[in-house]
């Protein structure tokens, strides 16, 4: 156990040798024992800048963080005709309600669910809901749909790194998980009046 | 209130397969002491005995002197210890790695078949029937991994940097849900894989029987399941980030009382 406390702050610093190999065979052992399988690649073992900088139970410092959200802010794609809350609350509910796709077993790429509520509490009469994330109960009956709360929500779905680069929740837009249909769906599920998560 | 009612509409949705419990915590454990005394993994630990003493393969041998470290044949109390180092292959290996190298060398049944088998079929389901016979007799043991030796350890912290290696299609590691005291996904409890006691509750009632598919399920398989989720790439049997994840988890959860074979939703 006291190993590991002094491994901890060596992790952080590049400069040891010893974290630098550990590191590298890491690396080594992520791709090495996985094999590709259907739409799920070899490509998926590999990191990019956010997953590599948010593997450690310490997040990065403060300025890594905003330089990491501000890359992450410019991959966002807003509705090209501004509309942002148009879709059905009626297939965003099962959007939200889905955790399928993009597992090896799984065919195509673009009938994904959000498996929003793997995580998230959003209509109050549904039981069975995770609470990893914060509750959603109420969205916009308690946050209203001032412009900046609308605009925030489309770019915390399509892409969550943007505000947070160590966040739990997958990169919806960016990742391809979901298209910008079903992200427009999926903010009328949160911000329509009549949808059940404003009842 | 209104999380009450939540609860015990929860509770009657486990009880399709369950009786009903009136629970606050959205629990499985009342269910699973009653089926404590009839845990249907009894059948395959029937079967695991029976291929352990069962002369087979090419070589028509028994697997009665097999040695999972404590020495050729002992089959009481070796689960507990594994996964462990072993100088005959100069490698650390768990349960599943080690039937494997045992079913190569004794009966010459080849390793490949396995690695590149299917869960539940084949000479890699008569592992699984294998690991159900031996972590029977570790029952009530304590959880007792030997991380002395420089491979066990070095497995030790490659199992906890995997543990926290965010990759895949959505970003997620082991950590995204095994970091948190009393989180669910959905309805199902996750247990906090970075404290002692959450490592030795999921270390220790896996292997197990899953009630919603009528399935045994390995640690191994367990894992593989893990990764599917997380939208990984397809994890080998047997490979190095499986076992370096075992020896994190048993590491972690040593001195605890293993619940071997558990019983799951």
Known sequence: MKKLFIAAPLALCASVAIADDLQAKVEDMMLKSFKANGIASLDRQKQDAVQK???????????TMKRLEAAELATIQW????????GDWKEGQKIAASGRGLTWTDKT?????????????????????????PSLEGYA???GNSEEVVKYTWGKLWNSK??????????????????EAQIRHVMAYLFDPASPVNQ | MRKQLKAIAVSVGVALAAPVFAQEELNFDAYREMLADGNPAELYEMEGEELWRTARGPKNATLEQCDLGLGAGVVAGAAAQLPRFFKDTGKVQDLESRLMHCMETLQGIPSEEIVKGKFLQGERGKVAALVAYVVTQSKGEKIAVDLSHPKMKEMYELGERAFYYRTGAMD???????????????????????????????????????????QFWTMQHRLW?????????????????????????AGKGNGAEAQWPGVKR
């Not at chain 2, 989720?229 to 076992?243: G, H, K, L, M």
Request: with cysteine.
């Open chain 2, 225 to 249: 399941d893990c990764f599917r989720q997380q939208r990984t790439a397809e994890p080998i049997f047997a490979s190095d980030v499986t076992i370096a994840l075992s020896v994190f988890m």
């Open chain 1, 109 to 133: 790429p673009d009938n994904n669910g959000g498996g929003c509520y793997n995580c998230h509490a959003m209509d109050p009469k549904e039981v069975s809901e995770g609470t990893i994330g």
């Open chain 1, 53 to 63: 900088a948010c593997s450690s139970p310490t997040q990065p410092d403060a300025d």
């Open chain 2, 172 to 214: 997620f590691s082991c950590a995204s849900c095994h970091s948190q005291d009393d989180k669910r996904i959905r309805a199902t409890q996750l247990p906090n894989i970075t404290k002692p006691e959450g490592a030795a509750a999921g270390w220790g009632s896996w292997p197990a029987y899953r009630v919603s598919n009528s």
């Open chain 1, 141 to 143: 009956k308690l946050r």
């Open chain 1, 162 to 179: 943007a505000y947070n680069a160590c966040s739990d929740m997958p990169r919806n837009g960016y990742g391809g998980i979901l298209t």
């Open chain 1, 79 to 86: 509705p090209s005709d501004g509309n942002y809350t148009g």
